[in-house]
């Protein structure tokens, strides 16, 4: 039968606002036994699942050589999330102490028959430095750690993404994360979390042309670039179409009509350049991330203050298939109105050449 006790670890808890964290020192072999990595990953039911990123084996193996060399030394803390049977007893309170910091013990309940998903802490940020204690040939590596009960994983997603915002932390790993975070977040992140709520659900949801075609850490498959679709989106829920179901107090909004806006719209290009559609951006402009943009300044242009409703209709439809003669998506030759060309595959994701494809596209639908 598997060991079950209760690690008992002196600790300081800290308040800070209305949260309480808890610092101490624990023996790195023994944080698997309590502790796991929370991968992401995405359920049957296209539900989001963790939210760290993969184990770097490289990293791992530099740092267990290090670890395992003479006077190595980890000075950074581990951060853990812990859930409610974590809990903290209190000692005596020195007499002239500070009032936002406590000496106790932390006890930590550990069940070694436990699955990773049972486990009562989550590793926030250190995984590598705790795999790499794990696999290292040491008895013992003692490490500091600071750790915090969490409310739910919404809160430890967004105190992952707080924790890493300073750090080299994938784009893509953060997209996915934030429409299924709590709290407060830095202005970019907050202002990009409903257009990355409107993505993930364009991608997961089953319907729609852009089921699975967004590249993402759990749709790696995709080939649709992640921040292409997050800027046209994010243009129209401020500037464009999608502005009329935003609430611009709260930047909250009605996603479902959102929704149906979006996929109204892009079934119509999906139809229209359908051979285009199905191809990757290297073979087609049309799901480059020049198209996309491209594309999403049509549909502002056309749709504003349409009602989603009403998108589907022969006045949309009409106007899209009046791009057929002037488009290169796969083959042949962009011509613009100044006089210049560009072979097919000529244009790039850039500023500039999103701007000249976006004013062909608007100024041939607005004729």
């Not at 991330?289 to 006045?315: H, K, R, S």
């Amino acid at each position: 039968m598997a060991d079950r006790y209760e690690l008992r670890l002196p600790a300081l808890e800290v308040r800070q606002g209305n949260r309480k964290i808890y610092c101490f020192a624990v023996d790195g072999k023994k944080i698997p036994s309590f502790a796991a990595v929370s991968r992401v990953r995405r359920n049957d039911s296209s539900e989001l699942q963790g939210y760290q990123r993969p184990e770097v084996l490289s990293h791992i193996r530099g740092i267990r050589r290090y670890l395992e060399s003479e006077h190595a030394m980890l000075p950074n803390a581990l951060v853990l999330a812990f859930d409610d049977t974590v809990r903290f007893e209190t000692g005596i309170r020195p007499k002239a102490g500070v009032d936002y910091s406590v000496p106790g013990v932390l006890v930590i309940p550990v069940d070694e028959s436990l699955t990773d998903e049972d486990k009562p802490a989550l590793i926030v940020d250190g995984q590598q430095r705790s795999a790499a204690i794990r696999d290292a040939d040491l008895a013992e590596f003692p490490v500091a750690a600071v750790g915090f009960i969490a409310d739910n994983q919404e809160d430890q997603r967004s105190q992952f993404i707080l924790v890493n915002s300073t750090k080299p932390l994938p784009k893509g790993l953060i997209h996915e994360l934030l429409p299924e975070t709590s709290g407060q977040l830095p202005p970019a992140y907050a202002r990009r979390r409903l257009p990355a709520q409107l993505m993930t659900r364009l991608n997961t949801d089953g319907q729609g042309p852009f089921y699975g075609r967004v590249a993402s850490p759990t749709s790696p498959h995709g080939n649709i670039k992640d921040t292409s679709m997050l800027r046209m989106l994010e243009h129209s829920l401020f500037e464009g179409a999608l502005y009329q179901y935003r609430n611009p107090e709260d930047g909250s909004g009605d996603v479902e009509r959102m929704l149906k806006h979006l996929r109204a719209y892009w079934n119509i290009v999906k139809d229209t350049f359908s051979d285009a559609w199905k191809l990757p951006p290297r073979q087609s402009r049309l799901t480059h991330g020049v198209g996309i943009q491209a594309m999403g300044f049509v549909m502002d242009t056309l749709t504003d203050g349409m009602p989603a409703e009403d998108v589907d209709c022969d006045e949309v439809r009409n106007a899209v298939l009046g791009l057929m003669p002037i488009t290169a998506w796969t083959s042949g030759m962009w011509r613009f109105a100044d006089g210049e060309q560009r072979r097919w595959n000529g244009l790039q994701n850039t500023p500039n050449d999103i701007r000249l494809l976006t004013d062909l596209l608007v100024r041939a639908v607005r004729n």
